[in-house]
């Protein structure tokens, strides 16, 4: 799903000035094409704004949603997408080259070193023990519940972004704070460091940030290409540890004790599709 919804965020350039809060929440300002066909030359003025497929350019054929609420949906969603690659290229780069943390991972005496014996970053995330898979997945899904939620939205003066929104917006972990003490920090600009910006310098940061995301979004899918395929990627090649397993996956055999993973694993391999299309063997 994360490469398909990046590869159809790609098609969108983000919108102009970011509005302030309480305006938006007052009167929503849905994002148009008429915005993204403006803001496309600022991002690249080579590719301008191109969009092959015209999503957002109607309603979706007639699923109910605005033209507008799906260029939203897709800012969010390049936005998002574009943050997670960015942290998984750094990463990628750290765990190919050997650094970690110098402890255990928990009691069973499972170390950090254990892991990173295996020089592919994807056959160290295959290396952590089941239930460490499991407990990262589920924090995950837990932030995801929390930054679609209305309620958490609202209490931070947003919508919806499909419905007038900003996309790119997390809530604040407030609400827990005042209840438990933790989160210590938002994960959204943790140190206010946004706060004191202009108008003008969040414009261009948004900018900035859509740019690096894109980047980042090719940079780390050409690292699991060559990776998996030896070749892939040209410019790569020699530098990347190879990996034998499913890049896509997110359990590996040893993970076999969890539903449906036997049944998952039996897919054919992403390589071997791959090459019935544009890789010899």
């Not at 148009?32 to 301008?48: C, F, Q, R, W, Y």
């Not at 140190?191 to 894109?214: C, D, H, M, P, Y």
């Not at 990627?233 to 969890?258: N, Q, R, T, W």
Request: hydrophobic share 45%; charged share 15%; proline share 7%.
């Amino acid at each position: 799903m994360l490469s398909f919804t990046s590869a159809a965020a790609l098609s969108y350039a983000p919108t102009g000035a970011v509005r302030a809060p309480a305006a938006r929440a007052a009167t929503p300002m849905m994002e148009t094409i008429a915005d993204l066909e403006s803001m496309a030359p600022k991002l690249n003025p080579v590719v301008g704004y191109w969009n092959p497929l015209g999503f957002g350019e109607d309603t979706m054929g007639g699923t109910g949603y605005s033209a507008e609420g799906v260029v939203g949906y897709l800012r969010h969603s390049e936005i998002k997408h574009g943050r997670i690659a960015m942290a998984a290229f750094v990463g990628f780069c750290v765990q190919s080259n050997g650094i970690h943390f110098p402890w255990a991972t928990s009691f069973s005496g499972l170390t950090y070193a254990d892991i990173a014996s295996n020089a592919a970053p994807a056959a160290q995330w295959d290396a952590l023990p089941t239930a460490a898979k499991v407990q990262i997945i589920t924090v995950i899904g837990l932030l995801e519940a929390w930054g679609e939620s209305t309620p958490a939205l609202e209490a931070a003066g947003e919508k919806h972004y499909a419905r007038g929104g900003k996309p790119g917006f997390y809530p604040s972990f407030a609400p827990f704070r005042a209840v438990f003490g933790h989160p210590v920090f938002d994960l959204y600009d943790p140190f206010g460091f946004s706060k004191s910006k202009t108008e003008e310098q969040k414009a261009r940061g948004l900018l900035v940030e859509i740019n690096n995301g894109r980047l980042a979004m090719l940079g780390i899918m050409g690292f699991m290409a060559a990776a998996s395929i030896e070749g892939s990627v040209p410019a790569l090649a020699g530098k990347i540890a190879h990996y034998d397993g499913e890049c896509m996956a997110p359990f590996s055999a040893s993970d076999a004790s969890l539903p449906l993973v036997k049944e998952m694993l039996g897919f054919p391999k992403l390589d071997s599709i791959s090459k019935l299309f544009w890789f010899t063997a």
